[in-house]
Antibody
Framework: QVQLVESGGGVVQPGRSLRLSCAASGFTFRNHAIHWVRQAPGKGLEWVAVIWYDGKNKYYADSVKGRFTISRDNSKNTIDLQMDSLRAEDTAVYYC?????????????WGQGTLVTVSS | QSALTQPASVSGSPGQSIAISCTGTSSDVGGYNFVSWYQHHPGKAPRLMLYDVNNRPSGVSDRFSGSRSGNTASLTISGLQSEDEADYYCASYTSSSTQVFGGGTKLTVL
């Protein structure tokens, strides 16, 4: 079955960096786009970034552009989200999600999420 | 990338039908057939209920349907059931090749 397992969350000080990872299994990884979506405490869902199936196209929300970098390794079925210059408003549960197709904007499978807390 | 506009809450009795609206612009909802809807029970992972405006993934009940008129998309749930009580989010592809979510709607089944 399709599984997406996030890791790397934790508590980090403002201005520091954190790297999230997502391990995918149960499907042909190279055939799907992968997204990161987050949910701040008590708030709604916010789309963060997407990387298309071949890793050549990457897009970011304005709120993270220039600070976050998404990458994938199709040989290892993994996705990373490098988060630099973290701010208090980046505090959220971060979900790794599978795009329904190679470059679709919708997500048909979601991980359970990993919590990132940015606090001094 | 302003969030799409959804009502904060809607409610209905079991067996009734409800609709949740999702308003954007011609650069997102009104410009592409890439509107999706998610059901989110707190503490669980969100679930895709509709994609491409009105297509249901395998396993989603046909009580869930979608439509779009201009810059506003809608999710309709018919034959409301207690297990439908959850938060619902719309999302749309945008002209910047990004995605934007709505603020979310809390559905209460009375």
């Amino acid at each position: 079955q399709v599984q997406l397992v996030e890791s790397g969350g934790g508590v980090v000080q403002p201005g520091r960096s954190l790297r999230l990872s997502c391990a995918a299994s149960g499907f042909t990884f190279r055939n799907h786009a992968i997204h990161w979506v987050r949910q701040a405490p008590g708030k709604g869902l916010e789309w963060v970034a997407v990387i298309w199936y071949d890793g050549k196209n990457k897009y970011y929300a304005d709120s993270v552009k220039g600070r976050f970098t998404i990458s994938r390794d199709n040989s290892k079925n993994t996705i990373d989200l490098q988060m630099d210059s973290l701010r208090a408003e980046d505090t959220a549960v971060y979900y790794c999600t599978r795009g329904r197709t190679r470059h679709s904007s919708d997500s048909d499978y979601w991980g359970q999420g990993t919590l990132v807390t940015v606090s001094s | 990338q302003s969030a799409l506009t959804q009502p904060a809450s809607v409610s209905g009795s079991p067996g009734q039908s409800i609709a949740i609206s999702c308003t954007g612009t011609s650069s997102d909802v009104g410009g592409y057939n890439f509107v999706s809807w998610y059901q989110h029970h707190p503490g669980k992972a969100p679930r895709l209920m509709l994609y491409d405006v009105n297509n249901r993934p395998s396993g989603v009940s046909d009580r869930f349907s979608g439509s779009r008129s201009g810059n506003t998309a809608s999710l309709t749930i018919s034959g409301l059931q207690s297990e439908d009580e959850a938060d619902y989010y719309c999302a749309s592809y945008t002209s910047s090749s990004t995605q934007v979510f709505g603020g979310g709607t809390k559905l209460t089944v009375l």
